[in-house]
């Protein structure tokens, strides 16, 4: 079968574009996980929740960069509620009770979603509807500014995690906890704040994709999927990997979507993850380990 | 152990089943139905509580096995004149094995979360190829067709009524119990559970730790798989739906609520958690599943071992 070189170009983009976003829930999720053990299941809620959001505050000022900043807030300060309530009475057990909690918030957030919004998606306007032309196609400019936005607010957090002092309290958390405590940063509170942190993540990403595809209670499910195999193909709390996983994962869907049903063409990532748990468990984007 | 206590448990065993039996004769058909519906969903529960609770691995998975044995049933009810529950069975029970077998190969060299994720994903992968297939599963519509007759060749042959139906179910997943807990007191399960406390200590000494978890997981797919044959024969039809791995998680959610680790509190576990639903979905329609969350959320913080986990080690003798 021949595949025109323009339809390769085009899914190239494509693939960019919806990497990079997938990247930004994914480093969420990775942030979560590398620095307090939570397998976060409720993460493509709090994607949707913000999405969700986006559109409220849209609807009550116009405005799409005040929804972008108001729903990154508001879902960040519900994430870090969820974290006081379910998950601080659980540190120190199985992380896989974390899972099971997560897995319980993200049913009751899902339907409060269904309750609250009913199952009729809804749109996000674009904040512009320029379009170039891409071959025979009017390509139009939001996308790329999406994967722009995206990548500079995965570069922020870096360095915010870099350089920021609070950055370096994380990390400090991240790499010993009681240490950390001990030199008087307050660890509880810097692990409230990651989740927030990460939830916020989630909640941008979830405004930033809504002008794509519609907005309904059930596009969370898809993506905390996807992030979790990006999560693992990149290697558990590498944020690099998982930028790199992302973009790698979702150019592989994208090219298989050429020769196969978009449906179909999920399976690909998930083969990807499983070859990468059996052969690589580290994670295919991080140096391998001595 | 004392003999009496031996004799308590085998005492409440008779009276729970001889009220399982008389139950569908004394019962309005809607709590009939329903009750049979616990029983299987309480099948599917307890096979996914042979990983959970005797192995230590949580399977986000069991969906799969669960919906190939139903489509597996399917396949031999819409290909066979007249219908045979045995051919249903049996194709069921290769299907669910054959995936299970599968899935335990690639899964089983991962541990806690990573094999959580895993399973997950295989699940997804079934979910896509069944809900692509159109020419074979039916896609999202699924598959519709007709009841069996209970029958053994030459000897007789009766439709099911639901009553029938009930004792058939009933005497399936009693048998699959008797059989579990048989195999978590056999030297088989004394090794599951000595992987579960340390699965290091288990491969010093000798045992074949991989070898073990392969037969789990393929034990456990075989019993989920059974569940998929009778939901199938109880409701007639067979949906992608039930490949989705929500159904995984609700299943994860029974083992929790009723207590791991006991065999019975996954069929405790189901049935609590399908009267909450149906308890709430009177008055939340569709959205039952908020209360519910919370009260699963509450009881993974305060209640870890679940309704029947003061009871795990007398459930075990």
Do not use: C
Request: aromatic share 14%; glycine share 10%.
């Amino acid at each position: 079968m021949e595949i025109p070189l323009d339809q390769i170009l085009i899914q190239t983009i494509n693939g960019i574009v919806t990497g990079m976003i997938l990247a930004l829930v994914a480093s969420g999720l990775t942030l979560i996980f590398g620095i307090m053990d939570v397998v976060n299941f409720a993460h493509g809620e709090l994607f949707m929740l913000g999405a969700y959001v986006g559109v409220l505050i849209l609807a009550a000022s116009g405005n799409f960069w005040l929804a972008l900043v108001g729903a990154t807030f508001l879902v960040g300060l519900l994430g870090g509620m969820v974290y006081l309530t379910t998950l601080r009475p659980l540190i120190g057990r199985d992380p896989l009770t974390t899972i099971l909690a997560t897995f319980g918030v993200s049913l009751v957030l899902q339907n409060y979603a269904l309750w609250q919004f009913g199952p009729v998606a809804r749109k996000i306007q674009e904040p512009f509807t320029g379009h170039f032309t891409l071959f025979y196609l009017e390509y139009p400019y939001y996308r790329l500014v999406i994967a722009g936005l995206a990548a500079a607010i995965i570069g922020g957090l870096w360095l915010f995690l870099k350089y920021g002092t609070y950055g370096i309290w994380i990390r400090a958390t991240t790499q010993d906890r009681v240490m950390a405590q001990a030199m008087g940063i307050p660890v509880p509170w810097v692990l409230t704040a990651v989740f927030a942190i990460g939830s916020g993540m989630a909640a941008a990403s979830g405004v930033l994709f809504g002008p794509l595809v519609g907005v309904n209670y059930a596009m969370g499910t898809d993506w905390v999927l996807k992030a979790f195999i990006v999560v693992v193909v990149g290697g558990m709390g590498n944020l690099g990997g998982s930028i790199a996983a992302a973009i790698f994962v979702s150019l592989l869907e994208a090219y298989a979507s050429l020769v196969v049903s978009p449906a179909q063409s999920v399976i690909v990532s998930f083969v990807v993850l499983i070859l990468t748990l059996l052969f690589r468990p580290t994670g295919l984007f991080v140096p391998t380990p001595k | 152990m004392t003999q009496r206590r031996l004799l308590v448990y085998w005492a409440g065993f008779t009276v729970i089943i001889a009220l399982l039996i008389v139950a569908p004769l004394v019962l309005p058909e809607f709590w009939r139905r329903f009750l049979t519906e616990i029983l299987i969903w309480g099948l599917l529960a307890m096979s996914s509580d042979i990983l959970i609770g005797y192995t230590g691995m949580v399977s986000f998975g069991h969906s799969a096995f669960f919906g190939l044995g139903m489509y597996g049933a399917a396949a031999a009810l819409l290909s066979t004149r007249p219908p045979s529950l045995w051919l249903a069975l049996a194709y069921g029970l290769v299907a669910a094995a054959g995936v299970a077998a599968f899935v335990a190969y690639f899964s089983t060299r991962l541990r806690d979360i990573y094999f959580a994720i895993t399973t997950l994903i295989f699940s997804q992968i079934f979910y896509v190829i069944i809900f692509t297939a159109t020419a074979w599963t039916g896609g999202e519509n699924g598959l519709n067709f007709r009841r069996p007759a209970l029958a053994i060749a030459g000897l007789f042959s009766v439709p099911f009524d639901p009553a029938t139906l009930h004792w058939f179910v009933l005497a399936v997943v009693t048998a699959s119990y008797l059989l579990l807990r048989r195999i978590t007191q056999s030297p088989f399960g004394m090794v599951l559970q000595s992987i579960r406390e340390n699965e290091a200590r288990t491969r010093a000494i000798g045992y074949p730790v991989e070898r073990y978890k392969i037969v789990a997981v393929m034990l456990s797919g075989v019993f989920a798989g059974l569940a998929g044959v009778l939901y199938a024969i109880q409701n007639q039809f067979a949906a992608p739906d039930f490949v989705f791995f929500l159904v995984s998680g609700e299943v994860v959610i029974y083992n929790v609520i009723g207590g791991i680790g006991t065999l019975v509190g996954p069929i405790v576990g189901a049935a609590f958690f399908l009267l909450l639903r149906e308890g709430f979905s009177r008055f939340l329609t569709e959205y039952y599943l908020i209360p519910v969350g919370l009260i699963f959320i509450a009881m993974v913080i305060f209640l870890p071992q679940g309704l029947l986990g003061f009871a795990r080690r007398w459930l075990n003798r």
